[in-house]
């Protein structure tokens, strides 16, 4: 009786294993499928799971854009742009929360934590009116500023618990030989927090390069806008069509590299989101 209600265990697991597999990874699987269909064969009233007949037509469609390339430029500026800001400040604020000792350093964590508590909605008439008024509308360095309102809170509070967990004698170690704690955090903790920095600057960069909603609202034209609302602007030949297999196409040629990163740094990202909850 305990080998079959064991059995019946494993096999539950499993199949919660292959559904939840199956649910993450289909969508990916039929945008990819799709953007090697031709335009007739998306709809079609028997669909196929593989891309029969296979066209490179939507591809062909992106790359001779005249703008995609230059969507995909401005993502990467944007995106890494906003990644070393938010590393570069978070680092020194995550340091300060997590090792300093100072009285207010939790209402400081929470006010942290609150900021990625408002929808970006709400904040949206606020930054576009600083926007217009200092000049950085339509400009990749107001698109990397606002991006910080979604990326620093989240790489501070990643790193925070990252510092905690490294032992203190390091510290008190730099403290004797005469270190500043500036010299102690560059010379001694900073290059300990590999995995950490790995693991927020990734999370990060893909949360700036998947943005919608700021790109679109503070961006005119192809000159700054970035990858995501440019592929909502995607048009067909007439303006009652929706060109879903160029839009397929765009999708999986923006998401392929994410999805490289993620599989090339998946042990680093465990390891540095984990790091924290054991102290050292």
Not at 55 to 67: K, S
């Amino acid at each position: 009786m305990r080998r079959f209600w064991r059995f019946l265990n494993r096999f539950f697991f499993y199949l919660l294993v292959v559904f939840v597999v199956v649910y993450s990874v289909f969508p990916f699987y039929w945008a990819v499928i799709s953007s090697f269909k031709p335009s007739n064969a998306l709809f079609s009233p028997d669909p196929s799971f593989l891309p029969v007949p296979f066209t490179l037509e939507h591809y062909e469609n992106v790359f001779l854009r005249a703008n995609f390339g230059r969507n995909l430029l401005n993502s990467l500026l944007v995106a890494g742009g906003a990644t070393l800001l938010s590393l570069v400040l978070g680092v020194l604020a995550a340091y300060a929360l997590g090792r300093l000792p100072f009285p207010p350093k939790n209402a400081v964590l929470y006010i942290v934590l609150a900021m990625t508590m408002f929808p970006q909605i709400a904040v949206l008439g606020g930054l576009f009116m600083l926007l217009r008024q200092t000049g950085l509308f339509n400009t990749h360095l107001g698109l990397i500023l606002t991006y910080l309102l979604f990326t620093l809170p989240f790489t501070v509070w990643v790193l925070v618990g990252y510092f905690k967990g490294l032992p203190r004698e390091l510290e008190e170690a730099a403290y004797v030989d005469g270190a500043t704690p500036l010299q102690t955090l560059l010379k001694v903790m900073l290059p300990l927090t590999g995995p950490g920095l790995v693991t927020t600057g990734l999370l990060a960069f893909i949360a700036a390069w998947n943005e919608y909603l700021f790109a679109l609202t503070f961006t005119v034209g192809d000159s700054v806008k970035t990858v995501p609302p440019a592929i909502a602007s995607f048009g067909g030949a007439t303006p009652f069509e929706i060109p879903w297999g160029s839009i397929m196409a765009a999708s999986v040629v923006v998401t392929v590299p994410l999805v490289v990163l993620v599989l090339v740094f998946q042990q680093r990202i465990v390891a540095g989101l984990t790091a924290g909850a054991v102290k050292g």
